[in-house]
């Protein structure tokens, strides 16, 4: 869980939040950073499935198996939470359930590129 504003409040408030998650991180102390770290998650996550698709398509092109490229990118460099999780859960067993909707991730990517372009101006 991500929170931001006045530190005395956040932690009055502590309670409640560790009701809602086990980690709660402090993204600073004024309003609308917690918002902003998530967009910045959501913005990497959207990355990181766009990579892993094109690894894997590459990878399957050239005739290598979904479990061998998983289990040497799990085991290097290449490991992240699509990786870990999402294609072997998700997209390899057919069942594409991500826990949210694809409109809802491309939601926080054009957010974050609004709040991008904003301050670029």
Do not use: H
């Amino acid at each position: 869980m991500m929170v931001s504003g006045d530190a005395s409040r956040i932690e009055s408030l502590r309670p409640m939040f560790a009701a809602w998650g086990q980690t709660v991180v402090i993204a600073g102390d004024k309003p609308g950073a917690a918002q902003i770290l998530k967009l910045t998650n959501n913005i990497l996550f959207a990355v990181s499935i766009i990579a892993t698709s094109e690894a894997m398509v590459m990878g399957s092109r050239g005739g290598l198996s979904s479990d061998a490229m998983l289990q040497v990118i799990n085991n290097g460099t290449g490991r992240n939470f699509s990786t870990m999780t999402l294609f072997p859960k998700a997209v390899f067993t057919g069942t594409y359930d991500f826990g949210a909707t694809l409109d809802t991730l491309m939601k926080d990517v054009d957010l974050a590129i609004e709040r991008v372009r904003a301050w670029a101006c």
